[in-house]
């Protein structure tokens, strides 16, 4: 085919995509796995230098854009079953957080997230451009990647406050000069119990100017179908709703008709669709000089949930992939994202500048129905017997007895929109690599800004009066909420950071023994405005009360706080280091030693909430308006060796990692309060082994496996004591008791997988097969909290194992194979929370079969 037509055919194809999408999924063009004789090299920027892997000293995975072919993986929950010592929790695509060598307390709920929870410890960067969000990772979809980096341990010297536990980059193709190529990949796949999935992605290089300028532009559309269904329900109110009938003497109010879910039921409600689009300008300025502009837009909408409910909201067992829904469900996530890289050399020095904006919104719907069995439930809800109270009194019947209480619908949801933006700006200068002293040195300024409006809909008595903001906080909508908005929480929270960093090389012995040390002094700015604000005091005629409250309901009838009066604003300024020590035992090993810190900021709560006489904390304990940072410190001993004229690759490290003054989340009604809050808290560590190794068995067959094993435990914790006693107040400690472990920290991951290729006259056939490990862990640190049931949600989440498969065959440009995931059909449980106020848990997809096409050409003008 000549170039003009394979062009022209690649355009077309481009243009109409979301008609492909109706019939096929798609996958990179297959390529043999390495070089006959050896493993290939790969080559990562983590170090911010271009590098074998094999010469970093820390913990490096790496997945190629072919592996990621080879894998069919396209999001997070594709491939983060193979990265041992990575995972995740969370309740859907683009809502969860990452985490690595189990360095995490556990998932929370999405409900105010940006708002009220911790920044995460873990950074997500695309290309330069950091990404990170409290509970709403950054899912890019794996369309023209040149590969995921994987960095372990901390990373803050080099990437910042939000690396202290690992990066996770996404590496883009970048424009090629001279260059007419383009892929298109499409698919289709079935799922036992759920609907059909399609997909296609297409990327084409086009050159505009010889040796000058190239265009670059990938476009995807991912549509994925449900596996969860919404069964019928009827949720009535019951004498075993003990702690929201209380009010009543634990008696049904009459006339409290139940409600159906008839509305929402059905199958496979939980769909989910990627689109994107991703443009990149190359222009080679001089021999010295270049620039790269990239444009970047992705949209990932969701519908229904992504987890099962292990039982209603009586504690009734629920079958597996089954859920019972009140309200229809959705979560629209989008991001924009610019970028503009430079570089060039002043004199034999390398300079680089990267700048980046990226702004991403997110509009979600939840159903919320469970909090009616909660412990304030029935103060929104209903009459108490006596209503309507005059001056405090009761309102008798004729019989002299209190009028009946009455309660209206328990049907309750949250909406949350969020906005975030991102804008940094970096420069850095390095020496040749060559150079046996050589270093690099940076600078680093970065705007981060969250606006979060969250509003909770289950004030159903209409007796209340409407809320909103107080006056004069800086509030994301200061409009007066609608009727049966019983709570807001309207947030504008962030920090500016300034940072400068540098890191020196040296070789002790040249080309033999090397040391490294760096170091990132920093200065944050952290901000929080807004309002957080109640509906209690807003009720008409009240129990406590004859005052009919204002219109519309603010201070001082409310438990409102306006947040911009609290001054909540901090300062941290810090020096955050590292140093190595890289022998290189011979040509192809490599030891190392190297001890790192990493941070993340602190943050600030939504009031400094006051606990009610009867909390046993009364008088002693006041929850805080702030927290600080929390601190982790990395020593790492760890190899990477090349054996068997590099057709055997072994590495590994052993570690210990101490987190300190973690800022944990604390939610306890009746002791702590109505709210949750963070707090700097206990000392935690963790010891660990991970190894990896790729065997090159023959010319064509490929084993690939990598393991992680870990132990965590607390080893620093405080008990609350009544000063006036000196005895411990008796109550669960919410920073946990000496040796308990962290959350989603499995004491063992591992994978393991083969691929052999092989040749037939003009074919190449190809077949593959993986088994993937996850061991059981605890859903979360936090003991203080129980289940309407009375137990605790601290989880166990069991272990599981997975097998996936792949067979096809390789003819010229094009590509054919089937494949299958999960193909045991495993029940796997990814993590388990309880903010719906029901067991939750998120689960893996089921069985899928699937169909993949792939057409690719490339020519060099």
């Known amino acids: 085919m000549k170039e003009s037509q394979r062009l022209s055919f690649t355009i077309k194809t481009i243009l109409s995509a979301n008609a492909i999408s109706l019939t096929f999924a798609g996958a990179q063009a297959e390529q043999p796995t390495a070089a006959a004789g050896g493993i290939e090299e790969v080559i990562v920027t983590a170090q911010r230098r271009t590098e074998s892997a094999q010469d970093v000293p820390i913990t490096v995975q790496v ?5 990621i072919a080879h894998l069919n993986v396209a999001t997070l929950e594709d491939y983060v079953k193979y990265l041992p010592n990575v995972s995740t929790a969370g309740s859907g695509p683009s809502q969860g957080e990452i985490y690595m060598r189990g360095l995490a307390i556990g998932f929370a709920g999405q409900q105010g997230a940006g708002a009220l929870y911790s920044f995460p410890n873990v950074a997500v960067y695309l290309d330069d451009q950091p990404a990170q969000l409290p509970y709403r990772n950054l899912d890019i979809y794996a369309a023209d ?4 980096e994987v960095l372990e341990g901390p990373q803050g010297t080099l990437f910042g406050a939000g690396a202290q536990a690992g990066v996770v980059r996404y590496i883009t193709n970048k424009p090629k000069l001279n260059v007419t190529e383009g892929t298109v990949n499409a698919g289709y796949a079935i799922t036992s119990g759920g609907d059909p999935s399609a997909n296609v992605d297409a990327t084409l290089n086009v050159p505009l100017v010889r040796d000058r300028l190239a265009l670059r532009l990938v476009v995807y559309n991912d549509s994925r179908g449900g596996y969860i269904n919404n069964i019928p329900g009827t949720f009535s109110r019951s004498p075993e709703d003990k702690v929201s009938i209380n009010y009543f003497g634990g008696v049904v109010p009459p006339n409290s008709g139940p409600i159906t879910n008839n509305a929402v039921v059905g199958n496979a409600i939980n769909p989910v669709v990627y689109k994107g689009l991703r443009a990149s300008l190359l222009w080679q300025i001089n021999d010295d000089w270049n620039a790269r502009i990239l444009q970047a837009y992705q949209s990932v909408d969701s519908d229904g949930v992504f987890w099962e409910e292990a039982y209603d909201g009586l504690g009734k067992p629920l079958p597996n992939y089954d859920v019972q829904l009140y309200n229809a469900n959705h979560n629209n996530d989008k991001f924009e994202d610019t970028q503009l890289t430079i570089n060039g050399r002043l004199g034999q020095l390398q300079f680089v500048y990267t700048g980046g904006y990226l702004d991403r919104s997110s509009d ?5 129905t469970n909090y009616s069995r909660g412990v304030y439930a029935g103060y929104y809800q209903c009459n108490y017997p006596g209503y309507p109270f005059v001056n405090g009194k009761p309102t008798l019947m004729p019989n002299g007895q209190p009028t009946p209480g009455y309660c209206w619908s328990p049907n309750e949801y949250w909406t949350d929109q969020e906005r975030s933006t991102h804008q940094n700006h970096e420069m850095r200068l390095s020496t040749p690599d060559d150079w046996r002293l050589r270093g690099i040195v940076g600078l680093f300024w970065e705007n981060f800004t969250i606006h979060d409006e969250t509003d909770y809909y289950g004030g159903t008595s209409p007796n209340f009066v409407q809320i909103a903001p107080p ?3 800086s509030v994301n909508n200061p409009n007066v909420r609608p009727r049966g908005d019983e709570f807001i929480t309207d947030i504008t929270r962030g920090y500016k950071q300034k940072a400068a960093f540098a890191s020196v090389d040296y070789e002790l012995v040249p080309k033999t023994l090397i040391a490294t040390i760096g170091t990132r002094y920093y200065d944050i700015e952290n901000f929080e405005k807004g309002a957080n604000v109640g509906s209690f005091g807003c009720e008409i005629y009240g129990p406590y009360s004859g005052v009919v409250p204002t219109y519309p309901c603010g201070i001082p009838q409310s438990n409102g706080v306006n947040l911009d009066a609290e001054h909540e604003d901090q300062i941290y300024t810090g020096f955050r280091s590292r140093a190595s020590l890289t022998w290189h035992v011979t040509r192809d090993a490599l030891l190392y030693y190297t001890w790192s810190e990493g941070f993340r900021p602190g943050g600030f709560n939504r009031s400094q909430a006051h606990l009610g006489q009867s909390s046993p904390l ?21 190899w990477k060796t090349e054996w068997l004229a590099h057709r055997l690759l072994w590495n590994g490290a052993v570690y210990q990692e101490d987190w300190k003054e973690v800022q944990i989340s604390v939610f306890d009604p009746g002791v702590t309060g109505n709210q949750s809050f ?4 206990p000392n935690y560590r963790v010891r660990g082994v991970e190894t990896s190794f790729i065997a090159r068995i023959t010319e064509g067959l490929t084993i690939t496996a990598s393991g992680a094993w870990n132990s965590s435990e607390v080893v620093k914790t405080t008990n609350l004591v009544n000063p006036a006693t000196g005895q411990p107040i008796q109550i669960v400690n919410p920073f946990g008791v000496l040796g308990s472990p962290l959350a989603n920290c499995p004491p063992f991951q591992g994978n393991i997988r083969a691929r052999y290729e092989f040749a037939v006259e003009e074919y190449r056939p190809f077949w593959q097969l993986g088994v993937q490990h996850t061991g059981g862990s605890y859903s979360t640190t936090q003991k203080t909290t ?9 989880f166990y989440d069991p272990a599981y194992t997975t097998l ?4 096809g065959v390789v003819k010229g440009a094009w590509t054919a194979q089937l494949y299958g995931e999960n193909l045991t059909n495993t029940h796997g449980i990814v993590g388990s929370f309880y903010a719906e106020w029901v067991k939750a848990d998120t689960i893996i997809r089921p069985r899928t079969l699937g169909l993949r096409f792939s057409y690719g050409f490339n020519e060099n003008r």
């Open 63 to 67: 997945l190629s854009g072919e592996t």
């Open 145 to 148: 990647l040149e590969r995921i």
């Open 364 to 368: 979600q719907v939840q159903d919320y």
């Open 471 to 473: 006056a004069g906080a």
């Open 618 to 638: 009364y008088g002693i304990f006041t929850p805080p308006l702030q927290y600080g940072p929390d601190v982790l410190v990395n020593n790492e001993l760890g």
């Open 678 to 681: 963070i707090m700097n808290g």
């Open 786 to 794: 129980n289940t309407l049931q009375g137990q605790s949600i601290q």
């Open 804 to 807: 996936n498969a792949a067979a």
